[in-house]
């Protein structure tokens, strides 16, 4: 009883602080970082001790799942090169930067514990990445490779983390190249044969399942189903969540209804607010657990988590640069894909901020090294523990900042308008080819009220080209139909408390004048 309660004061605390957040002009994992630091030390406030499996098998794998099903496949596709230069190329840089700046800094320690203790903190945090990105509003293909990168880099850091790790708890030799091999190969071709194996099964029973109910126990099931069984294969859960996640989300028209679609669309926005809300809140409140172990004086302590906070800041800006431009030094890639301004690269330097999965790793760091040796083990806790707290709030609360002042050219809303109004005009045709095909069936009636309905679509999606300084004829339709939309409500609910309409009555026509309302409210703020 009192664990569920802990439970439902940390969401409380999470959701008020999105919403004090959005209120203050915040991101919301910048504050509920703050206030679980601030918390930690609050007398008489449950502490909480982070378990790394219940952040890696229980957190991670519906935030990784509903980020793959939201990320459009032939975008992550053209973003390949990039996306797999940040994912896996930086991720093993960082990695061996900070393990090279840690064993100069601590001599007596052994190289494969300095490197296990890189590739904790190398990879950037995919909720931030995600929830940062969007809420800063950056052109669309640096939010793709951001989010592609933080879908991936996860899977490299473990499997590197995996190895090291292994190095360093060896009784007797070190661990050889085919050792490293067949991790490799195990984690990614199997995370990768799990996760079609996956869209396969639960692409088929998504198809076979009609039910919205059924479908969205379904979704909730898939990222913890294909974790799980890559782990007993000791493949990567991530690189399965994420090609999972992928293809059905690429198939999900096919596979689903509308109103399936409708209502797992609805469950996961509110899943993926409450977790990511609970994911940072947790990372603050672990500071007192973290601080507790630590025994370096202060001054070699403050030393030594500058050193490491400048290698990895710096890390990303030396391997950005050269991973963008370097590679339109090909003829062929710079005519497929010409060198972006270098405000581009800035921004996606800046953009390395730290979260849960990397705290989650360090707190799976082994207790000993090989022959039972101990080691700095609370330090590297700590080490993790500030490249999360300063790159989510320094690097997370500047980076609108940044963004702002080096004035990226925005996404081109005329041309984007142009597009969807282009693809409409097609739709719109056959939409009525079908019709015309189909008029004979209906009353003549029903077949011009379609007709109407193809003509506003088609309409509106035009007028959105002539900007919004003025009131559109659309728009004046859905500011009319609504003020008809709370009439009819009233009248509804007054017959309900008059006993005129059973209850459920009223909820069957509240449910379709809401339905109405939202396609309203989603075509105004198109």
Not at 73 to 96: D, K, S, Y
Not at 100 to 108: A, K, Y
Not at 337 to 349: H, Y
Not at 456 to 465: D, I, K, M, P, S
């Amino acid at each position: 009883m009192d664990a569920l309660f802990e439970v439902v004061v940390f969401l409380a605390i999470a959701t008020f602080g999105a919403a004090l957040a959005r209120r203050l002009g915040l991101l919301a994992p910048i504050l509920l970082v703050v206030v679980g630091l601030v918390l930690s030390f609050l007398p008489g406030f449950p502490q909480v001790r982070l378990d790394p499996d219940l952040v890696l098998v229980g957190i991670l794998p519906p935030l990784l799942y509903v980020a793959a099903l939201e990320t459009s496949v032939p975008a992550f596709r053209l973003n390949l090169r990039p996306i797999l230069l940040l994912a896996v190329g930086l991720v093993i840089f960082t990695a061996f930067v900070v393990g090279t700046v840690v064993h100069l800094l601590l001599p007596d320690l052994p190289y494969a514990i300095c490197l296990a203790l890189g590739a904790v903190v190398a990879p950037p945090d995919a909720v931030a990445a995600t929830a940062v990105a969007r809420r800063v509003g950056l052109p669309r293909r640096i939010v793709t490779i951001l989010e592609g990168e933080s879908l991936l880099n996860d899977a490299t850091a473990l499997v590197l983390l995996r190895v090291a790790i292994a190095a360093a708890t060896a009784s007797t030799g070190g661990v050889g190249f085919g050792y490293v091999a067949k991790e490799v190969l195990v984690a990614t071709g199997g995370g990768v044969l799990i996760g079609l194996l996956g869209v396969l099964v639960f692409g088929y029973l998504h198809r076979r399942t009609s039910d919205p109910l059924l479908d969205n126990a379904l979704s909730l099931i898939v990222p913890f189903a294909v974790v799980f069984a890559a782990e007993e294969i000791h493949a990567s859960g991530v690189v399965a969540v994420v090609v999972t996640g992928l293809g059905i989300g690429h198939r999900m028209p096919l596979l689903m209804s509308a109103a399936s679609r409708l209502q797992i669309g609805a469950f996961w926005r509110l899943a993926r607010f409450l977790l990511e809300g609970l994911v940072f809140l947790l990372v603050g409140l672990q500071l007192r657990e973290v601080l507790r172990n630590l025994d370096e004086p202060v001054g070699r302590l403050a030393g030594i988590t500058a050193a490491v906070l400048l290698a990895v800041f710096l890390a990303r800006f030396v391997w950005v640069f050269p991973a963008t431009y370097l590679a339109r030094l090909v003829p062929r890639i710079r005519r497929k894909d010409p060198s972006p301004p270098v405000r581009a690269p800035i921004v996606i330097g800046w953009a390395g901020m730290r979260g849960v999965v990397t705290l989650a790793a360090a707190l799976g760091l082994p207790l000993t090294l090989a022959g039972d040796r101990p080691y700095q083990r609370a330090l590297f806790i700590w080490l993790a523990f500030a490249v999360i707290v300063v790159t989510l709030v320094v690097q997370g609360a500047t980076l609108p900042v940044v963004a702002r002042r080096l004035r990226l050219p925005p996404d081109d809303p005329v041309q984007e308008a142009l597009s969807a109004a282009a693809v409409q005009q097609q739709a719109s045709r056959a939409a009525r080819e079908r019709l015309d095909a189909l008029a004979d069936t209906v009353p003549k009636a029903v077949a011009d009220r379609a007709r109407r309905v193809v003509e506003n679509r088609t309409n509106l999606a035009w007028e959105r080209l002539g900007g919004s300084e003025r009131e559109t004829p659309s728009r004046a339709y859905g500011r009319l139909r609504q003020a008809m939309i709370d009439a009819e409500r009233e009248v509804f609910r007054s017959a309900r408390d008059a006993g005129r309409i059973s209850e459920e009555v009223l909820v069957r026509a509240y449910r379709d004048l809401d339905l109405e309302e939202s396609l309203l409210r989603q075509e105004d703020d198109r």
